[in-house]
């Protein structure tokens, strides 16, 4: 048997890459042997597929778009979170309301109040990621009945809050009884606050974006951390107003006087919202 015979009995036996002679003839080399740029060589059938897995040749905006969507969320989180934070700042219902408790029943009522708004906001959270602010759109009437009657339930805790006779040193009806009135009238407070009905119905949804993800979850997301920042920072204003009462006006007198001055001040921003709405303009909480 002739050498090349033998030698290509061999190689179709053990599959033995092909001589070094048709590798020079190979497309992918030059006549002279030096290697041109496989880039512009088609891939075969097999690896077309799968190339970019195996040679990492993945597109550099499909692999910098994930990193790009994380960084726009997490940014257009941040900036939800400072708004609802400087919106709290804002004295409002919510606020004068945890204030006049705390001044008139001590921190641990102003804490209970502000459980109670936190989960109203909660419940409104629920009803957003539902889908509920569709039924106001088609029934503007009813969100316009809400507001109304939102602020006719903040104008009557004002009047409460003026009327009252309690306060610090005063004796309460029981610690419970006391506790859940405040947790109870926190949780009407903030479904039937004009501003927070506005808040959630039409300022949060404009936080949404495609890339978030399924709307509800953008709402749960959104909605129960506005709960959170209005749990934390609306406690930490009761316990403190209750502190700074019983330090620096020991007497009974003082803190009802204080606690009056929270109804009024109340009373005069449910007039100011009520002002608004008949002037056509709309304040964000």
Same mark, same amino acid.
């Given at each position: ?19 070094? *002679? ?9 006549? +002279?042997?030096?290697?041109? +740029? ?41 900036? %939800? ?6 919106? !709290?700042?804002?004295?409002?219902? *919510? ?15 102003? /804490? ?26 088609? %029934? ?8 109304? !009657? ?32 405040? %947790? ?8 039937? +606050? ?6 959630? %119905? ?9 890339? *978030? ?16 920042? /209005? ?25 009802? *006087? ?28």
């Amino acid at each position: 048997m002739r050498p090349q015979a033998a030698f290509a009995s061999l190689r179709q036996i053990a599959r033995l890459p092909p001589p070094r *002679d048709q590798w020079r003839s190979s497309p992918l080399l030059s006549t +002279n042997g030096s290697q041109e +740029n496989l880039s512009t060589a088609r891939p075969a059938p097999g690896l077309q597929r799968h190339g970019r897995l195996l040679t990492g040749a993945a597109p550099a905006a499909l692999m910098r778009a994930p990193e790009v969507e994380r960084i726009e969320v997490s940014g257009r989180y941040l900036v %939800f979170v400072a708004t609802v934070v400087s919106l !709290i700042a804002v004295p409002g219902p *919510d606020m004068l309301y945890v204030l006049g408790r705390s001044l008139a029943s001590g921190g641990r009522a102003g /804490c209970f109040s502000a459980a109670g708004i936190a989960s109203g906001y909660a419940l409104l959270t629920l009803l957003v990621a539902a889908g509920f602010q569709l039924v106001f759109e088609a %029934f503007p009437a009813l969100f316009l009945a809400l507001k109304y !009657i939102g602020v006719a339930y903040l104008s009557w805790l004002a009047f409460r809050l003026v009327r009252s006779e309690g306060g610090l040193h005063a004796p309460s009806r029981g610690p419970r009884r006391s506790e859940w009135a405040s %947790f109870s009238a926190g949780v009407a407070t903030s479904l039937l +606050n004009p501003k927070g009905l506005l808040f959630y %119905f039409a300022i949060l949804p404009q936080f949404f974006a495609p890339a *978030d993800g399924p709307f509800w979850r953008h709402a749960l997301v959104y909605g129960w951390t506005t709960s959170f920042l /209005c749990l934390t920072l609306y406690s930490a204003l009761g316990y403190a107003a209750s502190y700074g009462a019983r330090r620096w006006t020991p007497e009974p007198s003082a803190s009802r *006087d204080l606690s009056r001055l929270a109804g009024v001040l109340l009373l005069v921003s449910v007039l100011a919202m009520l002002g608004a709405e008949w002037s056509g303009v709309a304040t964000p909480r």
